[in-house]
């Protein structure tokens, strides 16, 4: 057995010199070496275990590559190191592991050097749900096994992939995946991710893409559907309408989380084919088919709110009340317009139903009672909306020039509330519109024509055609900048273009071109090409395109000679970078003021042109002021209210807008209400909205406003230093509030407004059940606005990266608020910014951290230290943390089983060792190893905690030990057989505990020495591994007499000698001691002789022992 020795040489019963001798005996095979990997990775720290338990004494060493490579130990216990070191060089690490300058087993170790930085793969971006993808790897030689690949779903299940391939030729990583979503792929050689690892790949399912409400339409009516993608995952969505082989423009709304609505206006009557692509699969059903009918009836007959919503001024409405087997005799219909003029429409009873015709002569919301027999209809007052479609008004459509930006203004400010829809398009195609509102129904529409081919501009109003359209629009090619200059010219200052392509013409006498060559300087002194063309033969073009603005420098040689006296002087303007600024309302007799901006345009010459639309032939006169150098402010008094045109040329080019469209409002329709106060309020808040009319003062009009209850608010009205009238009330009550404007006895156009008051203070967020977030799994929020009324709700979601992120915004089922739905994908602070009507509500912003993955907390004392036999447990905490675990668990020599217990998202793993040593637990979560994994508890045999000489010999006949004060009592403990760990023993004396020093003399040998200072009783309590021993505690008494032990008489035999095999014995006669029991301890050749004491008398005992060896 390992261990040290003690030899004794005597020769004629006299101990030689250095007699007796210390040998050390040691086991090599007893050395364990772990976790030694085949390959390991460039620069990245190795880490091993060499266990040395049961080897006996002796040094250990590690030596990395002849010691080229540097090895750092670090001790995890008495026998058990960490050997780590950090490959430098491309070359295979040889690794010696010596015991007392001899290799263990398997000893040297060879480890393959991998650089995976030279590994080469190319990672998915979007894959298809149920089919196989495929991952080509090449790892420069490099070892790859399945285990080595994670493939991480969204749900957070493994997915096991197919490895095919080798480490010459590269791998290809197959794997199916099930469900939609991220997927996270990661791949490892030699333990450590490959560079671009992990990384994501988005897996879709067309098949989960619902396309709904495709419906048969009418000629000249929107038809719409539904699309959802969101359930699909991320992908790219293509939607194309056809009829009879053309394309059929469709219009796409985006409503949030993926989800769409759809639209497209048939021309024909005929079958239209809807063809519905995600990532280039078609979705289920597709294609789709859709019968378009002629409308025979465009005003419809079947009366329901829809059917009244929007009537036109011009067509009027025609509809039908249902009237069952003529069960009503009486229909009675009063409207009532907004000057508060009750009309009455025609009805015309008929079989099974009434006829209403109504014709209206004012625009603007018109409620509508309907009685039957008197009784009035439910849902009664109806409203509708009477609108003039020939109000609108289009501004002049101009030759467009190609490529470059174009925009016109669409005046739909008095023809009443509604949709205005304007497509743009060619024969083949529609073109992007850009529409902007400069105020209350008046838009400025810009788009870019990309051909040169006529552009038409189809416009309706509340799905009514606005009168002229479609309008054509004609696309003409970039006009080219000529300049023309002679032989004969003297110095002189032309002008050109900057960024298109300029001429300068002149005369030669070369026939050709060759014998002609130009110098073209710019403002920087920059020479920039030109292209030399003959035209006939004295004439010649010179053609370039000057970048920047400035003054350029253009000499022509012939035949090397100048052909002009001096150089062309061009001054190149950009008329594009003027900027214009026009205010958006013109009022008929009142000053209008314009500003034009010509900085960044060059040196040029400013020309402005104002024409009525009415008299085209005459210029209106306008004045000019200078407020700082190139700004200018343009000032008329429009006489008439009509559409005015300012033409604005820069050096005869006309410039980005040209011409501009004003609008100028007649003395009666100059009264324009504006401000957020009509239509949202905060309640406790002021409120206010604004006035502009050209002679009116507050006491020209009367404003009431009534709250939910119709109880009237007080208002106050301040005429303002511009001439502005501003209004301000305070709302106290939560709700739909109504605003009526009067001037004199009639309403303006638009009363009366309703205001809904809000109180963002009211919107609350549910607690969040969880406090543990992580990446790739969905948050939910639930947001109360139950007593908050309405308003519009802003959720905005920033990610770590200043992102934001998608989010889906639910309905209740209550309608007491909504759920917030976004999934987290990096690891990271996000921030949560809640407003409601542009109001941060309480709480906001809110912030959390949201992680790779959450990892739980481990603990027991399984995981440090455990007895041979007995059951051994620890604890996994998973409160709130999604996943689940991996155990496993390792012995010195073989593979260890476990349980598994889960209450409450807590798991109970209790395993029984089988054998003796330092075990090896590995904790997992969802894959990932948790932090201080693996473990290693020492388990141990606390039976076989052996003292020398046993208990019996130093007890007396009640189990006792028996000391005096001063005494000094040594006990020596053998552990070479319990198992690797720490002896540790502690007394306790009134009441109080100490803890008593420990000498190590040996590998396994300990040794306590005790020597008590006071007298009374004591109890020794021994632990192993924190395991407290068999049969303790041990109680001893300690008495005061601390000199009678030198009163002991010892005769007999055996004191001098004894024969192998027969017993000799030793009389102790303590008679002269005072009170106790001896203590006798015999030490043989090569072990402890065991001694049995037998009292013969009072303090009279007799010693027998019997040895083996001589």
């Not at 250095?18 to 390959?39: A, C, Q």
């Not at 005003?299 to 036109?312: C, E, H, Q």
């Not at 195609?429 to 810009?446: C, F, I």
């Not at 406790?684 to 006035?691: K, T």
Request: hydrophobic share 35%; aromatic share 8%.
């Amino acid at each position: 057995m390992p261990g040290e020795y003690k030899v004794q040489l005597k020769y004629k019963g006299e101990h030689i010199q250095g007699s007796p001798f210390l040998t050390k005996i040691y086991d090599i095979k007893k050395i364990k070496v772990k976790d030694i990997p085949n390959e390991i990775c460039l620069g990245k720290m190795v880490t091993f275990l060499v266990e040395a338990t049961n080897a006996g004494p002796g040094n250990l060493e590690v030596i990395v590559n002849n010691g080229k490579v540097p090895s750092t130990p670090k001790s995890l216990g008495p026998s058990l190191y960490a050997i780590s070191f950090v490959p430098t060089d491309p070359e295979i690490h040889v690794i010696e592991i010596k015991f007392n300058g001899k290799n263990v087993e398997n000893s040297p170790f060879r480890c393959k050097i991998l650089d995976a930085e030279k590994v080469m793969f190319q990672p998915l971006e979007k894959v298809a749900v149920n089919k196989v993808s495929q991952i080509t790897v090449d790892t420069n030689g490099g070892l790859l096994n399945e285990n080595s690949i994670i493939i991480l779903s969204p749900s957070h299940q493994n997915l096991k992939p197919i490895l095919l391939g080798d480490h010459l030729n590269g791998y290809q990583i197959q794997f199916s995946p099930i469900e939609v979503g991220d997927h996270a792929i990661d791949i490892k050689i030699g333990g450590n991710s490959i560079p671009g690892c992990p990384f994501l790949v988005k897996v879709y399912d067309a098949k989960k893409v619902k396309v709904t409400d495709i419906k048969n339409g009418f000629v000249g009516k929107p038809i719409y559907f539904s699309i959802n993608a969101s359930p699909a995952g991320a992908g790219n969505l293509e939607i194309i309408v056809s009829s009879n082989g053309r394309n059929v423009p469709n219009y796409v709304q985006s409503e949030g989380n993926a989800k769409f609505r759809v639209n497209f206006k048939p021309t024909e009557a005929t079958l239209h084919m809807i063809s519905c692509k995600f990532n280039g699969e078609q979705v289920p059903g597709s294609p789709f088919a859709v019968q378009v009918f002629e409308e025979n009836n465009p005003l419809g007959t079947l009366f329901s709110d829809s059917s009244i919503k929007n009537i036109s001024l011009n067509k009027g409405v025609e509809f039908r009340i249902e009237n069952p087997n003529n069960e009503m005799k009486q229909c009675q219909i009063i409207i009532t317009t907004p000057s508060r003029k009750n009309i009455n429409p025609t009805i015309e009873k008929l079989p099974n139903y009434f006829n209403v015709r109504f014709k209206p002569t004012e625009i603007g919301p018109h409620q509508m009672v309907i009685s039957l027999d008197g009784l009035p209809v439910p849902g009664c007052p109806f409203t509708s909306n009477v609108y003039d479609v020939n109000k609108i008004k289009v501004g002049q459509l101009n030759k467009c020039i190609l490529r470059k930006p174009y925009t016109f203004q669409v005046d739909a400010s008095q023809a009443g509330e509604g949709t205005l829809e304007l497509v743009i398009s060619t024969d083949n195609s529609s073109v992007r519109a850009e529409v902007l509102m400069k105020s209350r129904g008046l838009y400025d529409v810009t788009f870019l024509p990309q051909e040169c081919v006529p552009h038409f501009l189809n416009m309706t109003f509340n799905d009514e055609d606005v009168p002229g359209s479609p309008f054509n629009i004609e696309i003409i090619k970039p006009p080219v900048s000529t300049t023309t200059a002679t032989a004969l010219d003297d110095r002189q200052m032309l002008t050109g273009r900057a960024n298109q392509i300029n001429v300068v013409n002149f005369r030669a006498q070369s026939s050709s071109v060759n014998n002609i060559r130009a110098n073209i300087v710019g403002p920087n002194k920059t020479k920039i090409p030109g292209s030399l063309i003959k035209v006939d033969e004295q004439n010649f073009k010179l053609e370039y395109m000057p970048k920047t603005v400035g003054k350029y420098r253009i000499e022509i040689f012939e035949n090397d000679k100048h052909l002009w006296k001096e150089p062309v002087f061009i001054e190149v303007v950009d008329p594009n970078q003027i900027q214009v600024v026009m205010p958006p309302n013109c009022l008929q007799g009142k000053e209008y003021e314009f500003n034009v901006d010509t900085s960044r345009a060059g040196e040029g010459e400013l020309l402005v042109k104002i024409i009525n639309d009415v008299d085209q032939d005459q210029e209106i006169p306008f004045k000019t002021k200078d407020i700082e150098t190139r700004l200018h402010r343009f000032s008329f008094i429009p006489e008439t209210a009509n559409i005015y045109r300012i033409e604005i040329y820069y050096n005869k080019y006309p410039v980005i807008g040209s011409p501009f469209i004003v609008k100028v409002q007649a003395h009666l329709e100059s009264i324009i209400i504006y401000g957020e106060g009509l239509k949202t309020a905060h309640c406790n808040e002021r409120a206010i909205f604004f006035i502009e009319s050209e002679d009116f003062s507050a006491n020209d009009f009367d404003i009431i406003v009534t709250d939910p209850i119709r109880s009237p608010l007080p208002v106050k009205c301040y005429q303002q230093k511009n001439g502005c009238l501003l209004v301000e009330w305070f709302p106290k009550k939560i709700g739909p509030h109504k605003i009526n404007v009067f001037h004199g006895d009639k309403p303006v156009i638009g009363s009366p407004f309703t205001c809904e008051i809000f109180d963002a203070s009211k919107v609350k967020i549910e607690p969040i059940e969880s406090s543990s977030f992580v990446i790739n799994k969905k948050i939910n929020l639930h947001l109360n606005r139950k007593n908050a009324g309405y308003a519009e709700l802003d959720v905005t979601v920033t990610s770590p990266l200043g992102r934001h992120l998608p989010i889906e915004v639910k309905g209740m089922s209550n309608g007491e608020g909504e759920l917030i739905e976004f999934v987290p994908t990096v690891p990271g602070k996000y921030k949560i910014a809640i407003t409601y009507g542009n109001v941060e509500i309480p709480d906001s912003p809110i912030t959390f951290f949201a992680q790779e993955s959450i990892l739980p907390k481990v603990s027991g004392d399984g995981l440090r230290f455990g007895m041979i036999n007995e059951p051994c447990s620890f604890i996994i905490d998973a409160k709130d943390i999604y996943g689940s675990p991996e155990i496993k668990i390792d012995g010195p020599e073989s593979e260890t089983s476990f349980s598994i217990e889960k209450c409450n998202d807590i798991y109970k793993i209790t395993y029984i060792p089988l054998e003796i040593g330092i075990f090896d637990i590995k904790v997992l979560w969802n894959g990932q190893e948790i932090p201080e994994s693996p473990f290693h508890p020492h388990i141990v045999n606390i039976e076989k905690v052996r003292l020398i000489g046993g208990w019996e010999n130093i007890l007396d006949s009640h189990n006792r030990l028996n000391f005096c004060i001063g005494e000094e009592k040594k006990l020596i403990f053998d552990i070479s057989e319990a198992g690797t760990g720490k002896l540790n023993v502690k007394i306790k004396h009134n009441n109080g505990f100490e803890e008593l020093p420990l000498e190590q003399t040996g590998s396994y040998k300990y040794k306590l020495i005790f020597k008590p200072k006071f007298c009374g009783e004591y109890d020794i309590y021994i632990y192993f591994e924190n395991l407290l021993l068999p049969k303790m505690p041990i109680h001893a008494i300690v008495n005061e007499n601390s000199m009678e032990g030198a009163t002991v008489v010892l005769r007999g035999h055996g004191l001098a000698g004894a024969r192998v095999g027969e017993e000799a014995e030793i009389i102790i006669d303590g008679k002269d001691a005072g009170d106790g029991e001896p203590e006798v301890t015999l030490t043989g050749v090569k072990s402890d002789i065991k001694v049995k004491l037998v009292a013969i008398g009072p303090r009279l005992y007799k010693a027998l022992y019997e040895p083996r060896i001589p």
